[in-house]
C-alpha cells in the first residue's frame, strides 16, 4: 500500500510539471497567436473543419463506444453544432475582430473612442461528458477566432472520445497553441491551480462553485454552463400532437442526457390524459411498440455509467413510493446501462424527482389549473438553463416570458435556440454565468478595450485648476447641460 501511494504520488508530480510545462509553453506564445490576423484564424477553422469531416466516422464509433448512440444522432447533436459554428466564426471574423467606432460626448469633444477586442491570453476549457466533442469544441472554436492559446481537458466518463479528441487535436495544433490534458479530477485540480486568463466550464452547478473558487484566487474570468431543470409549459390552447413530437424529441434524445433537456412538464389538467396518450405513441413509432423492441433499438442512447444509472433508478423508485406512477417505461438493464424513455405522471413538487436536475430518460408530468400556478412552480425554484412554452395564445406566451427567468427559451419547440449562432447561450444564476456562440463566444473570451484618442481641439482645458470663479461657473454650466 505504502509504495502504491508513493508511485501514485510520483505520478501526480510528474503531471503537474507536464500540466505547468504545456501552460509556460502558452504563456512564451500567446503574443504570437494574439497577433495573428482574420486571415490566419479562419485557417485554422478550415483545417479544423476538414479534419472533423475526414474523420467523421472516427469520432461516430468513439462516441457509440462510449454511449452506443447512433451515428445519425452523432452527425446531428455532435458534428454540425461544431461545423456549423465554424462556418459562421469563417463568414464574420473579419467584421468581428475590426475596432469600432462609439459615439463622443459633447464634453469630449476633439476626441475619438473606439472598441478594440483583444485576445484574453491563455484560457482553459473543462467540458463535461454528455455531449464530449460539441462542448469541448464549440468553445475552442471561440478561443481560436478570439486569438487565444487554449489548454482543453475532456471529461474522463468518456474515454473512446477523450482518446480521439487527443488525436485530433495534436495532430491539428502545436501544444504551445492548443493543447489536450487527459485524466481524472486529479489532473483538473492541478490545472485550476495555473493562473490562466479565462476558464470556461461546462458541468453542474456544485462543480461550477469550485472552478469559480480556484478562478477566484488568480482573478481570472469564467463562464459557466451549467444546468438545472427546464421546465415546459403547455397551455389549453397547444397543439398536442407537435407538442408530443418535440417533446419526445427534445427529452429523450441523448437519453436525456442533455443540459436543455426538458426536465419536468407542467401542462393545463385538462389536457394531461390526451397529452400521455399522444407522447406513448411517438415513443413506439420512434423506438419501439414494447419493451423488448425498445431496448434492441439502436436509436435510442445508453446512459454513460452504471453509477448514473442507479442513481436514475433510486430516484424513480423513491418517486413511485411517494405516488408517482409510470405511464410507460421505467424498464432497466444494469449491464447494458440501459433506462427506457419514461413519462411519470401524479407527480408533485414534493416528490423526490423534482429535488434535482434528472439528467436521464424520465419526464415528470405535473399539471396545473390556472396558468398563474405554472409561473409560481417555475418562479419557485432556481432560474434554469432553458424555458419551453408550447402555446397559441399570444397573450399568455408573453406572460410567461414577463413573470419568469431563463437561460434562454424556446416557444412551441425546444432546444433549437443552440443552433443560431445569432443568439447568445448562456444560463443565469443557478444555471451559469456567461454565453457563447457566434459573436457572442468571440466576445467571450475576448476583452474589450476602450480607446480615446485626442486630437488638437481640448475643451478639457477649461476645467483645469485653479478653480477661479469663471472656471467653476462653467463646471456649473456643463453640469445642468449634462443633467438634463
Known amino acids: 500500500m505504502e509504495q502504491a501511494a508513493v508511485r501514485s504520488a510520483r505520478q501526480n ?127 475552442l472554436v471561440a478561443a481560436i477566432v478570439a486569438g487565444n492559446c487554449a489548454i482543453l481537458k475532456p471529461s474522463a466518463k468518456v474515454p473512446q472520445t477523450s482518446a480521439f479528441l487527443k488525436r485530433l487535436i495534436t495532430d491539428l495544433f502545436p501544444e504551445d497553441e492548443i493543447a489536450l490534458i487527459e485524466g481524472g479530477h486529479d489532473m483538473a485540480d492541478a490545472l485550476l491551480e495555473l493562473p490562466f486568463d479565462h476558464i470556461f466550464f461546462t458541468g453542474s452547478p456544485p462543480i461550477g462553485r469550485r472552478v469559480m473558487g480556484a478562478a477566484a484566487k488568480n482573478l481570472a474570468s469564467v463562464t459557466l454552463e451549467l ?31 442533455t443540459c436543455v433537456a426538458p426536465d419536468y ?19 413506439e413509432s420512434r423506438y419501439g411498440k414494447d419493451d423488448a423492441s425498445q431496448e434492441a ?13 442507479q442513481h436514475l433508478k433510486s430516484l424513480l423508485d423513491a418517486s413511485v413510493q411517494a405516488g408517482a406512477r409510470i405511464e410507460t417505461g421505467g424498464k432497466i438493464n444494469s449491464e447494458g446501462r440501459y433506462l427506457s424513455p ?36 417555475v418562479q419557485s425554484r432556481p432560474k434554469p438553463l432553458a424555458l419551453y412554452i408550447f402555446s397559441k395564445n399570444s397573450g399568455n406566451i408573453e406572460q410567461i416570458l414577463r413573470t419568469t427567468s431563463a437561460g434562454g427559451t424556446c416557444v412551441n419547440s425546444l ?47 477649461f476645467f ?12 456649473r454650466l456643463a453640469t445642468k447641460f449634462f443633467a438634463r
Open 13 to 139: 508530480e510528474g503531471a503537474e510539471r507536464l500540466i505547468r510545462n504545456i501552460f509556460e509553453k502558452q504563456q512564451a506564445n500567446r503574443w504570437r497567436v494574439s497577433g495573428t490576423t482574420a486571415v490566419e484564424r479562419i485557417e485554422k477553422l478550415k483545417k479544423l473543419k476538414e479534419a472533423i469531416l475526414s474523420r467523421q466516422g472516427e469520432l461516430q464509433q468513439a462516441i457509440h463506444d462510449d454511449f452506443k448512440k447512433n451515428p445519425g444522432e452523432v452527425d446531428v447533436t455532435e458534428v454540425f453544432p461544431v461545423v456549423a459554428e465554424i462556418g459562421h466564426a469563417i463568414r464574420h471574423l473579419s467584421g468581428w475582430m475590426k475596432p469600432h467606432r462609439v459615439k463622443t460626448p459633447f464634453v469630449l469633444f476633439g476626441t475619438r473612442s473606439e472598441v478594440r477586442y483583444e485576445p484574453k491570453g491563455v484560457v482553459l476549457i473543462l467540458s463535461p461528458w454528455n455531449y464530449p466533442f460539441q462542448l469541448l469544441l464549440s468553445p
Open 227 to 257: 444546468g438545472g431543470k427546464s421546465p415546459v409549459i403547455v397551455d389549453e390552447t397547444a397543439d398536442l400532437k407537435k407538442t408530443a413530437e418535440r417533446l419526445v424529441w427534445g427529452k429523450f434524445i441523448n437519453a436525456g442526457q
Open 265 to 283: 412538464l407542467l401542462i393545463d389538467k385538462r389536457l394531461e390524459a390526451d397529452f400521455i396518450r399522444e407522447a406513448k405513441s411517438v415513443i
Open 297 to 309: 433499438s439502436g436509436d435510442f442512447c445508453r446512459l454513460v455509467t452504471r453509477e448514473h444509472l
Open 342 to 377: 419514461t413519462l411519470l405522471s401524479n407527480v408533485r413538487q414534493s416528490t423526490p424527482i423534482m429535488r434535482e436536475e434528472i439528467f436521464g430518460p424520465i419526464l415528470p408530468i405535473l399539471t396545473f389549473e390556472r396558468l398563474e400556478e405554472a409561473i409560481q412552480a
Open 415 to 461: 432546444i433549437i435556440h443552440l443552433a443560431n449562432a445569432d443568439l447568445p447561450f448562456g444560463g443565469i444564476g443557478e444555471s451559469g454565468m456567461g454565453n457563447y456562440h457566434g459573436f457572442y463566444g468571440f466576445k467571450t473570451f475576448s476583452h474589450e478595450r476602450a480607446v480615446l484618442r485626442q486630437g488638437r481641439i481640448d475643451i478639457l482645458r
Open 464 to 475: 483645469y485648476p485653479p478653480y477661479t470663479r469663471s472656471v467653476r461657473a462653467i463646471i
